[in-house]
């Protein structure tokens, strides 16, 4: 199966400003991506989901964009908080069967 | 409600004993996964349980790696001659299934397997 890709493995962003977090798919026909946060020790925890036939959609003070042109998937975080570190997968469900395919991750650190 | 829940929530054995990590779904969901995870690494598919159907086996590693599901909720997964390269994070998931609003997976805690 196609891969789903990050374009940076870390990132440290100050406590309170915006961050973004990219990731890279390859796979045409995914149809649906989720944005995933896993803490330390911890399970990855849903954060935010998206169709294909969209290019934004909003949550709490996260945004996910995507760019079906150039096959790409960002997560805006607004307003950094110290709880916000954590590593962050992105997923793809590209073959219509239920399985994702995650992303190697981004860990981000917010810096206090 | 409960969310996923896995047990143990870590096993450590020796090399050539066999382990069986257990998952309970969330009530209702008729999806269920394991995925591995490695130290820093992402998550790597294992197997894949939707209703009554075959499960997908295809990412399981080897033929020491199975699963189970028994009356479509709890699932076990069975590492039999356990090998060093086997330590990881195993992770459990459950979704609604059935179509693309409900791929939404919930995850359990994990299970963090030591083979010395």
């Known amino acids: 199966g196609e891969s789903v890709g990050l374009h940076l493995p870390t990132l440290s962003v100050q406590e309170g400003d915006n961050s973004i977090i990219n990731c890279a798919y390859s796979?045409?026909?995914?149809?649906?991506f989720i944005w995933y946060k896993q803490e330390s020790g911890k399970g990855p925890q849903f954060i935010i989901d998206?169709?294909?036939?969209?290019d934004k959609r909003q949550g709490q003070r996260v945004t996910v964009l995507l760019n079906k042109t150039v096959k790409h998937l960002s997560l805006q975080i607004a307003a950094t908080q110290p709880g916000d570190s954590a590593v962050y997968f992105c997923?793809?469900?590209?073959?219509?069967?239920?399985?994702?395919?995650f992303g190697t991750g981004t860990r981000l650190t917010i810096i206090p | 409600g409960a969310g996923v829940s896995q047990t143990p929530s870590n096993k450590v054995t020796e090399k050539g004993k066999d382990v069986e990590l257990r998952c309970d779904p969330i009530?209702?969901?008729?999806?269920l996964y394991w995925y591995r995870q490695s130290l820093g690494q992402g998550l790597e598919f294992l197997i894949y349980?939707?209703?009554?159907?075959?499960?997908?086996k295809s990412g399981l590693p080897s033929d020491r790696f199975s699963a189970e599901r028994t009356g479509g909720s709890v699932s076990t997964l069975t590492i039999q001659r356990t090998q060093q390269e086997d330590s990881a994070v195993y992770l459990c998931?459950?979704?609604?299934?059935?179509?693309?609003?409900?791929?939404?997976?919930?995850f359990g805690s994990g299970t963090q397997l030591s083979v010395l």
């Open positions: 998931a459950s979704s609604l299934g059935g179509g693309t609003g409900r791929r939404k997976l919930f």
């Open positions: 796979n045409s026909a995914s149809d649906y």
């Open positions: 998206i169709r294909s036939n969209m």
């Open positions: 997923a793809e469900d590209g073959f219509g069967n239920e399985k994702l395919t």
């Open positions: 009530s209702g969901h008729t999806a």
């Open positions: 349980f939707q209703g009554n159907s075959a499960p997908d």
